[in-house]
């Protein structure tokens, strides 16, 4: 970028922008995605429009607008015909320079979310060399320089609208948004809605999409023939569950299909410790995939009277020996 | 063997290296060759590992070292002679995709001199043997036909009396292995699958039946064998299946004249899970119940492993291998349920195979555990 044209932004030509000729969406310059205009509304509202936009006259004689694309739809919502801009044509000449107008400006004023770190890569692309973008831009973007997450991004534009929405508002992490940008399109809004009904935490969308991925491979189903299991149907409908315990029974179910001999050994062992009455700060630990043969007892005492007391619980206690081997399969 | 060296990158430090030389004169005339002035190559992309450069440098570090094992699981005692990394072959269930971030075959060109510096070490050390391998960070024998690692390796097993040199491979290249005249102290050995997980997963390895008529050969010509069936995989038929190798083995091998049989079940780090489900998405080898073992790696759980050792065990009794069979990276409990006995520690483990060394080739060793 130009320092003088930096210099000259605000005395580009001050116009009147007919605001029924602005189109709604970014355009070639602007990089917002999934944002909630109220409080800006609200503030054009009480205080009016502090800082004017930036536009620039485009081939087909109307404007696109280089900075402040929220600020007009703000305006727009609000009513206003008209808006203050100023009209950089001349001092940001190229559509380069306009796009890292736009971009720095909001740079240094705000966070990306990722949806808008790949509107800008892909805008970048028409201007700038991959390699450039790898060394200059994605540090800006705090992405790292590696073409494979530049790839990602870009793929991220091909998502539909509603999981796009997800990642910029960051209902969907980046780890589950690279599994599903790899996925074909039915599989992914299947499993896309799964997590949005269940209101899946960040944690558990990954292990939804890893169960449910290895079942459909390992039995060679699809995804809805998975869920047609009236399992998942009782749990959803069950209404003394609420969305988060939902969200955990299907999560157990699915575990349970994939790992069938460990779920069932699990429980075993499971039954078999909680039938011993233990002493007030005492449990039995064990680990939970069964590969250490060891089971811990701990026991939590102030003074040995306690742990005497804790001992002569345990003692006479006869479903001590009826705790199995750990891995004895039932 | 379908693979070809398309490129070859000289790194500049490796230019001095005789080895370097050698490789350069075998290749130079089919194969491109590139001086690289840089010693870091470009950020791998793991879907990519770029297995058609061979980049020929000089390893700055020790090529000698103990295999790292882990203290939860017992192990062998092995010591890691790494010539190179990477690998030709491309088996889905290759740990090396998740394990090393730099692409391209990778061959380091100072080995002879830091043989030397081995040798040393070897010789300071009191009654102990040294069991070598080269075949974990890349296949023993797969560019022997260009690089000549066995025109090397052997002469350095024969100067050293405490070492044994063991060659693991999927390949046939035993052609360098013929033409050496040593025999002592080196072992040959084959990783070993069922025949349809050879098919279908170690992509661009001959058949198991390939494999051993190569490992018959070498054995007629005098040396001893070793077999490692590892990954042993949960597949569908797995015991028919293993069973036809141990048949084929039955069919082309002196078993009396097989040193050791590792056995391991498949295992994995987690982060290799993501890499093979992209790379091979036809893959079945990730359809088992795996859980995180008490070192982080995905196994199998502890019953279906015991259950695989044990029938491999039974079978290969039943071809007359008894002697020498042991786990690699596997617990006391496993080892005691699968075979009916355990080495004491990793130490005892490494005694017990010590001692079959000891005994193959009339090396003084420890006691077996």
Known sequence: MRRRALMEFSRGQGIHLDLGKMADDPGPYTMSYGFNLDVLCESIRKVGLINSPLVARNQEGTFDIVSGYRRILALKALGERNAFCHDVTTVLASPLERLLAAFYENLATRKFNDMEKAMLLHKLQGHVGTEEILASFMPLLSLPSHEGTLKFYLKLLTLEEGIQNAVAVEQISIKVAKALVEMEEGLRQALFHWISVLKLNLNQQMKFIEYVEDIRIRDEVTTPEIFSDEVFLKVLENPRLNTPQKAKAVLETLRVKRFPRLAQAQQAIESAVSTISMPPGASIQYDPYLEDPYYHLEIKFKHGKELRNAIDILHPSRNLEALPELWTEP | ?369
């Open chain 2, 1 to 369: 063997m379908n693979f070809k060296i398309k490129k070859v990158i000289l790194e500049k430090e490796a230019q001095q290296y005789p080895f370097a030389k050698r490789v350069l004169e075998q290749l130079r005339s089919s194969t491109p060759v590139t001086m690289d002035e840089a010693s870091q190559p470009p950020f791998v992309d793991e879907l990519d590992p770029d297995k058609s450069t061979l980049r020929l440098l000089s390893f700055p570090g020790q090529l000698l070292k103990p295999c790292p094992g882990t203290r939860e699981y017992l192990c062998c005692g092995y010591q890691i002679l790494n010539i190179g990394t990477n690998c030709p072959l491309d088996c889905s269930y290759c740990i090396l995709q998740a394990y090393f971030n730099q692409p391209c075959l990778r061959v380091f060109v100072n080995v002879e001199q830091q043989l030397q510096a081995i040798g040393e070490t070897l010789q300071s050390s009191e009654g102990k043997i040294f069991r070598i391998g080269t075949g974990e960070f890349t296949d023993s024998l797969a560019l022997d036909p260009m690089v000549k690692w066995t025109q090397v390796l052997p002469s350095f097993a024969a100067k050293h009396a405490k070492a044994v040199l063991e060659f693991k491979t999927k390949t046939v290249s035993i052609e360098g292995l013929l033409s050496s005249p040593h025999r002592d102290r080196i072992v040959v050995s084959w990783s070993l699958n069922s025949p349809s997980i050879a098919a279908a997963e170690e992509h661009g390895a001959p058949s198991i039946r390939k494999r051993l008529e190569a490992a018959r050969t070498c054995q007629r010509e005098g040396y001893t064998l070793g077999f490692h069936f590892d990954p042993l995989i949960e597949h569908p038929s797995w015991e028919e299946e293993y069973a036809r190798t141990v048949d084929l083995l039955d069919r082309f091998i002196d078993p009396s004249k097989v040193i050791w049989i590792s056995l391991g079940c498949l295992r994995f780090m987690p982060s290799l899970k993501g890499v093979i489900r992209k790379r091979f998405p036809k893959t079945r080898i990730l359809d088992g119940e795996f859980i995180h073992g008490l070192d982080g790696k995905m196994r199998y759980i502890k019953p279906l492993r015991t259950e695989m050792y044990g029938f491999m065990k039974e079978k290969l009794a039943q071809w007359g291998f008894w002697k020498g069979l042991y786990l690699c990276m596997e617990s006391r409990e496993v080892w005691h349920k699968a075979f009916g006995w355990a080495p004491e520690d990793s130490r005892g483990l490494s005694n017990y195979l010590d001692s079959r060394a000891g005994e193959t080739f009339g090396m003084p060793s420890p006691s077996p555990a």
